[in-house]
T-cell receptor, first 115, second 115 residues
């Protein structure tokens, strides 16, 4: 079974400050890892994903995440927060090459940007 | 035009009503999904259809009845719902269920309120 833990259901950062959203996963096989973003009144949109290869992945809107196997983590970062980054962020895990195609989502982290 | 369109966006219904949610994807995908999003809970996978065939029913109560007439359309028929069924219902699609990329494309959701 796979699972995802997102530390902090709410995170507030000042505009221009570093954004760090934490995600730890549990998987008995090499995982695929994802960050999705949900803006108010919208569906989820893929921000970035790790499947294989380079452990530092870059996504849209200046976000990036690093897969750290030793720490079972996939934290999401952005050097400088913008007001438009205010949204809810979901970490997710799957293992489609090992028979588990289903995405397992975390409970989400709501990011608030302080002007 | 978004790739995945859901209607209605908002629905209020009584416990004895019968209503349906509709999802249409314009991406040429072969797999479609229904998810339930409730506050402070992970996204819950409800149903999966791959090439119009239901491949997963995640122990969903029979008051929710899915229908997939073709790879582009997915319905969720609702009857005799309970107040705890109030949630955001998200439709998603992917290239096919056993997908290498693991990426889902979501609609904007249908906000359901059961009185």
């Amino acid at each position: 079974a796979q699972s995802v833990t997102q530390l902090g259901s709410h995170v507030s950062v000042s505009e221009g400050a570093l954004v760090l959203l934490r995600c730890n996963y549990s998987s008995s096989v090499p995982p695929y890892l994802f960050w999705y973003v949900q803006y108010p009144n919208q569906g989820l949109q893929l921000l970035l994903k790790y499947t294989t290869g380079a452990t530092l992945v870059k996504g849209i809107n200046g976000f990036e995440a690093e897969f750290k196997k030793s720490e079972t983590s996939f934290h999401l970062t952005k050097p400088s927060a913008h007001m438009s980054d205010a949204a809810e962020y979901f970490c997710a895990v799957s293992a489609p090459n090992f028979g588990n195609e289903k995405l397992t989502f975390g409970t989400g982290t709501r990011l608030t940007i302080i002007p | 035009e978004t790739g995945v369109t859901q209607t209605p966006r908002h629905l209020v219904m009584g416990m004895t009503n019968k209503k349906s949610l509709k999802c249409e994807q314009h991406l040429g995908h072969n797999a479609m999904y229904w998810y339930k999003q409730s506050a402070k809970k992970p996204l819950e996978l409800m149903f999966v259809y791959n090439f119009k065939e239901q491949t997963e029913n995640n122990s969903v109560p029979s008051r929710f009845s899915p229908e997939c007439p073709n790879s582009s359309h997915l319905f969720l028929h609702l009857h005799t719902l309970q107040p705890e069924d109030s949630a955001l219902y998200l439709c998603a699609s992917s290239q096919e269920e056993r997908r290498e990329t693991g990426e889902l494309f979501f609609g904007e959701g249908s906000r359901l309120t059961v009185l």
